[in-house]
């Protein structure tokens, strides 16, 4: 999915970024406004244990609607174990900048773009049974190979981190499938990674939706990857669907809530700004 973009960064370089959307994405809202500001929300984000944010959905409630709240849960939780800088693995040379000492600087990355952002959870594939989650190829540690995954591939990537891409496809014949391409390498380089929070609604909502009944529907991984874990709804394991709240939902890979939503929108009714995935008309 993402040589064309690759080889967009090669030939236009002045563009520092580029985003990767698609024909059957819909947007609630003023573009503009909703995509700036996820890039305001990325290069706000501290690095501390953010990898670890990354791994899970904020909801609101659970929180007090604050995100600085919920930076505070994940870091009580994580601790001191979250990832800090590159990931270690075999015969690979990250590229992205030096992890400073973490005691003296927590406020790591605040202010700082991010190489990469999605608006889905990036979650650890490994134990998961996703139906791709063995297909990575051209590294030393095989299916060992720490990696991370995001499940639509909404994003916006830095030129860096496709030039980085580019290099270990064509030099070193390293690639995965187009939902862990620009995730595992982000980690594995230490390049700033954000998961962006956005709305997301549920045709089912008066049933599920009391703030904890998802929280436990769809965070039942390691602490490290909560959206993930073994057979996780988010995603098509290699025995098909999962049963969860995700096929009644606005924005996921085959929910059918959005083009009823977005046909709402159509029609008058007034929404809160959203992005809605997929829909096919």
Request: some cysteine; charged content about 20%.
């Amino acid at each position: 999915m993402y040589q064309a973009l690759q080889i967009f960064s090669q030939q236009f370089q002045q563009f520092d970024f580029v985003w990767q959307l698609e024909m059957h994405l819909r947007l609630i809202g003023h573009a503009y406004e909703i995509l700036s500001s996820a890039a305001v929300f990325a290069q706000n984000e501290p690095r501390e244990n953010l990898r670890e944010r990354n791994g899970r959905f904020y909801i609101p409630e659970l929180h007090d609607k604050s995100n600085e709240k919920f930076t505070a849960a994940v870091n009580e939780e994580v601790g001191d174990s979250g990832t800090w800088g590159a990931v270690n693995t075999t015969d690979f040379t990250p590229q992205g900048p030096q992890a400073p000492v973490k005691a003296e600087n927590m406020a790591w990355g605040i202010g700082e773009d991010a190489d990469l952002f999605s608006f889905m959870p990036m979650i650890d594939p490994i134990g998961t049974n996703w139906v791709c989650e063995d297909r990575i190829y051209g590294f030393t540690d095989g299916e060992s190979t720490p990696r991370r995954a995001a499940f639509i591939s909404k994003t916006r990537f830095s030129h860096l981190l496709l030039q980085l891409v580019h290099e270990a496809q064509s030099q070193h014949g390293q690639w995965l499938v187009s939902e862990a391409t620009m995730e595992t390498f982000a980690l594995m380089h230490g390049l700033k990674a954000v998961s962006i929070p956005h709305p997301i609604a549920f045709a089912n909502s008066n049933d599920i939706m009391a703030a904890r009944k998802p929280d436990q529907a769809i965070h039942m991984g390691p602490k490290h990857s909560k959206a993930g874990g073994h057979n996780p709804s988010l995603l098509y394991t290699k025995q098909g669907y999962v049963a969860g709240p995700w096929e009644q939902s606005s924005y996921w890979w085959s929910g059918n809530e959005a083009p009823r939503i977005w046909h709402q929108y159509l029609g008058g009714e007034c929404l809160p700004p959203m992005l809605l995935h997929p829909v096919k008309d």
